[in-house]
């Protein structure tokens, strides 16, 4: 309410100082009661569709009849062109000497969810009824400030609850997964863009949806970006299946993947702690969240174009991974050096590989203990003093997929069958974790 009252009066200030009258501006973010309550018909953020009539609207929602019952709804509800629209039917509805102010208002709200083509359709309006550039200006300002306001509230009320452990360790369901028929396919594809704009919208934001065959891709930096990375998405799924043992031709995803590429540190911590409450540290480049089945896969892009690419990989190596067999991960050590494997292991990203094995190596070779990785967990010494849990892991992955593939995989589904890790080494893959230790040292020692 403070923010709308700032609003009002910076219009009103504006109408004064440019030669409106008080009265086209005094109402500016105010309520406004209708005598005669308005028809309205407006299509919600989920695609359903509402109808009945608004008796009262302000900067924040509308109160609606449905069938009698008294509703409210809020602008954050609709699509910002839906809102637009809306909004705009009933400015026309509001008393003559009202509509400059409650449009400039509209500008303003136009600006602080970023939509483009809503501001300058509700600029274009606003001109039409008499706005010049300096009441558009101060009409801009207002809605930058209101979005400034919006991403330091929701950041500060999100503190406090949001998670700073990886989603990977959180707990999960070990029941095995089911078959997928193309109508169950559909269906979550469905909840998921749902789910998805929901989220996006929490954050003030709304992207297109461009579909790949294994993924439901979001862009800031536009539909063409969001179309390349589904090409490049299907391709490292298909790269990636047939090293875990599972047919390249497979659809591992519940639905499809969801995968949103954040333009900008900013966006991407705001994102983060709204739609899945997750903390962000500056190293971070890119989460993994599940719901069921689902995957959520966020972005953030950065200068270097090929960190932002093996950072999707990555994430989507996790996704994989948690639809293989069921949901039990991995050991913390191969949880992250599986997937680190299979990013490292697609020419795309080649650079991972160079990245983790030199400070890796060192570890190895100036006597770093191996079996302290093994045990590291990511609710205690993950990812170890030294921080290179993560390469150790990623060699450790590498050494078994590569020189033992068929026993590799073998491992991996009696894990994720549910046998204890180290069990299923001894079993399925024919060392003790002892054992893996110390053949992985003395290999290493001699070879890179």
């Not at 391709?235 to 875990?244: D, E, T, Y």
């Not at 990623?394 to 590569?402: I, P, R």
């Not at 026993?407 to 991996?412: D, I, K, M, N």
Request: glycine residues 8%.
């Amino acid at each position: 309410m403070a923010a709308r009252g700032a609003v009002a009066l910076r219009v009103a200030v504006v109408a004064l100082a440019f030669g409106y009258s008080v009265g086209s501006a005094a109402y500016a973010g105010e309520p406004l009661t209708f005598e005669k309550p308005q028809p309205l018909k407006a299509s919600l953020l989920d695609g359903s569709s509402i109808g009945g009539t608004v008796t009262r609207f302000d900067d924040d929602g509308f109160d609606m009849l449905l069938d009698g019952t008294p509703r409210r709804f809020k602008w954050e509800d609709f699509r910002p062109l839906e809102t637009y629209r809306v909004r705009k039917r009933l400015i026309d509805a509001a008393p003559k000497e009202e509509r400059l102010g409650r449009t400039l208002d509209l500008v303003a709200w136009c600006v602080s969810v970023e939509d483009k083509d809503a501001t300058q359709r509700a600029e274009r309006d606003a001109k039409a009824l008499g706005a010049d550039d300096a009441a558009l200006v101060t009409a801009r300002t207002a809605g930058a400030q209101r979005r400034a306001e919006m991403i330091a509230k929701s950041v500060t009320a999100a503190k406090a609850a949001l998670k700073t452990t990886s989603p990977e360790a959180a707990s999960f369901d070990p029941a095995l997964w089911g078959p997928q028929t193309p109508a169950d396919r559909d269906k979550a594809v469905s909840e998921l863009k749902v789910a998805t704009a929901a989220k996006l919208a929490g954050a003030g934001r709304e992207l297109t949806a461009i579909e790949s065959r294994n993924a439901i891709v979001y862009s800031d930096l536009g539909a063409e970006d969001a179309a390349v990375r589904g090409i490049d998405i299907d391709r490292f799924v298909r790269h990636a299946l047939p090293r875990l043992g599972i047919d390249q031709e497979t659809q591992p995803f519940l639905g499809k993947v969801v995968v949103i590429v954040v333009d900008g540190d900013d966006r991407f911590r705001l994102l983060e702690a709204s739609a899945f409450q997750q903390a962000v540290t500056p190293s971070d480049e890119a989460f993994t969240h599940y719901d069921g089945g689902k995957a959520y896969v966020v972005v953030r892009r950065q200068i270097d174009v090929t960190r932002t690419a093996a950072a999707m990989y990555r994430a989507i190596g996790r996704a994989i991974l948690h639809r293989h067999v069921s949901a039990v991960r991995l050991p913390t050590w191969a949880n992250e050096g599986v997937v680190d494997w299979l990013v490292a292991m697609y020419p795309p990203a080649k650079s991972t590989d160079a990245e983790l094995r030199k400070p890796g190596l060192a570890f190895v070779r100036n006597g770093g203990s191996i079996e302290d990785v093994l045990r590291a967990t990511y609710d205690s010494n993950w990812p170890g003093a030294n921080g290179l849990g993560r390469n150790v892991g990623f060699l450790l992955a590498g050494l078994m997929a590569e020189q033992e593939p068929a026993r590799f995989q073998a491992w991996l589904k009696a894990v994720k069958n549910g046998k204890p890790w180290a069990q299923a080494l001894t079993e399925d893959f024919g060392f003790s974790p002892q054992a893996l230790a110390d053949f992985a040292r003395r290999y290493y020692r001699t070879n890179d």
